[in-house]
């Protein structure tokens, strides 16, 4: 049974950076895209970046271009998001997910139900 489980959220000032971390336990996700959604209150829940299995692909929903990173670290079974010039929009908890390990080496999906394994969420609150 797959497990994820993040870390690194909190309360952080607009403008500045935190680092989310989601680690894996139960199997090997080196096979597999890794993604960051999250979700607001009173929001449906939304796809904030994608990296593909093969780590040079990424996908970023455009609110966080050119602010948030996403990397893997297939020996840790980890995949990271880094984000920085936060902003008061960006407070929302923070889901890790993986994909269902289908897609080619390139593939970064966007869609909720494309991924299987979902993580329990960090909370992420950016004061004005």
């Known amino acids: 049974q797959v497990q994820l489980l993040e870390s690194g959220g909190g309360l952080v000032q607009a403008g500045g950076s935190l680092r989310l971390s989601c680690a894996a336990s139960?199997?090997?996700?080196?096979?597999?895209?890794m993604g960051w959604f999250r979700q607001a209150p009173g929001k449906e829940r939304e796809f904030v970046a994608a990296?593909?299995?093969?780590?040079?692909?990424?996908n970023f929903i455009d609110s966080v271009k050119g602010r948030f990173t996403i990397s893997r670290d297939n020996a840790k079974n980890t995949v990271y998001l880094q984000m920085n010039s936060m902003k008061p929009e960006d407070t929302a908890v923070y889901y890790c997910?993986?994909?269902?390990?289908?897609?080619?080496?390139?593939?970064?999906?966007?869609?909720?139900?494309?991924?299987?394994?979902w993580g329990q969420g960090t909370q992420v609150i950016v004061s004005s």
């Open positions: 997910a993986a994909d269902r390990g289908y897609g080619s080496s390139r593939s970064t999906p966007s869609g909720r139900y494309d991924y299987q394994y």
């Open positions: 990296i593909s299995w093969g780590g040079v692909d990424t």
């Open positions: 139960g199997r090997t996700l080196s096979k597999n895209a």
